[in-house]
Structures are given as C-alpha cells and as structure tokens.
T-cell receptor, first 114, second 112 residues
C-alpha cells in the first residue's frame, strides 16, 4: 500500500525560475495539505485542497504561490519567480476524511534556490 | 503559536522506556492531543492521538492527566531508530482543525 509520494525529492532552481512540486496522496485519500519547513523550524501550514477545490489557502503567500488538485493526477504546488527565501523543505500530507488531524506525510521536496 | 510546551531535548538509553512530556494547560474540552515525530530529513509520521482516555497502539502509549493539562508519550522499548524530533500538537475535532500547528518539539536521542 503506497504511501504519499512526492517528486522531485530535490529541486534546484535559479532565482526567477519556476518550481513545480508534485504530490500523489495515499490511495483512497482525497484531501491534501501542503506544509513548508525552514531549516531548524517546525512545519508551517500552507494550503488544504480537495479534488478540484481549494478549501483553505490562508497559509500560502498571496503572490507567486499557487496550488491545485485536479480531478485526475497529482496535486501541484507551483512557485513562480523563485527567490532565495523560498529555499525550504515542502511536505505534502493526505487524509482519508475531510479536515482530519491524522495526516500522512510524504518524504518532502527540498527546494534550493541559487 | 503552538498551544503546547515541550522540553527541547531528552536522552534515553536503548531498550528503556522513553517518556516525553507535554504541557497544554489551555486545552479546551473538544480539543485532541496528537503526537507526530520527524526522523531527520524525513516527512513527519503520525504516532497517536487522544482526547481524555489513555491510548495505546503498536507504536506508543499516550497518558493524559485527568485535568487534561498535560500528557506523556511513552515509547516502551526505545531503539536507535526512535531518535527523532517529537511534536505534541493540540487540535480540535471539527472539520476546520486540519491546520496542524507545529512547535519546536522535543529532540529525543536514543543512546546505545
């Protein structure tokens, strides 16, 4: 039973480029959450999505960041015109039912902006 | 801000029980206590959660005080692979409480 999958695991982008992070939830899970973790800090909530809907994006910066979870395919977190401060680990989690605190996390994508 | 307070670090000998405390003095009646851990550079892993009764699963036990202002996560026979940062999180049970608010956690080091 595959867990949450994220790719790529490591991503290097130059300032100004776009970063696309992908997340496939656990089988049967239709609720996806994205978190960001800066070095030596705890995770910070960014966005909560269900299939084709953004439920809560209150933790996501208003500019340059967007997220989607299409009917088919993985959830995508997109960062346009990356800056050095975007360098972090980005974790995706999924849950079986809506808004659950019991979330299952992927291995993360480590974004480095040079 | 996190609603919980945890010691920044703890040591435990391999094979012994690791007892990780958490204070949540402002917890309200419908809020749960969740525990996650994060092994170095990996994604967090759900461990256990509870409301007011003690809970046990294959990974750990959760002891919640009667007044619910504190709890203890117990790893009964710690192994080197249990070295990780352990996070105690208080969250409600309603559909809007999916935003896990992470504090600094406790860095648990298991020593051989």
């Amino acid at each position: 039973n595959a867990g949450v999958m994220q790719n790529p695991r490591h991503l290097v982008r130059r300032r100004g480029q776009e970063a696309r992070l992908r997340c496939s939830p656990m089988k049967g899970h239709s609720h996806v959450y994205w978190y960001r973790q800066l070095p030596e800090e705890g995770l910070k909530f960014m966005v909560y999505l269900q299939k084709e809907n953004i439920i809560d994006e209150s933790g996501m910066p208003k500019e340059r960041f967007s997220a989607e979870f299409p009917k088919e395919g993985p959830s995508i977190l997109r960062i346009q015109q990356v800056v050095r401060g975007d360098s972090a680990a980005y974790f995706c989690a999924s849950s079986l039912t809506s808004g659950r605190s019991e979330q299952y996390f992927g291995p993360g994508t480590r974004l480095t902006v040079t | 801000d996190a609603k919980t307070t945890q010691p920044p670090s703890m040591d435990c000998a391999e094979g012994r029980a690791a007892n990780l405390p958490c204070n949540h003095s402002t917890i309200s009646g419908n809020e749960y206590v969740y525990w996650y851990r994060q092994i170095h550079s990996q994604g967090p892993q759900y461990i256990i959660h509870g409301l007011k009764n003690n809970e046990t699963n294959e990974m750990a036990s959760l002891i919640i005080t009667e007044d619910r202002k504190s709890s203890t996560l117990i790893l009964p026979h710690a192994t080197l692979r249990d070295t990780a940062v352990y996070y105690c999180i208080v969250t409600g049970s309603t559909d809007s409480n999916y935003q896990l608010i992470w504090g600094a956690g406790t860095k648990l080091i298991i020593k051989p």
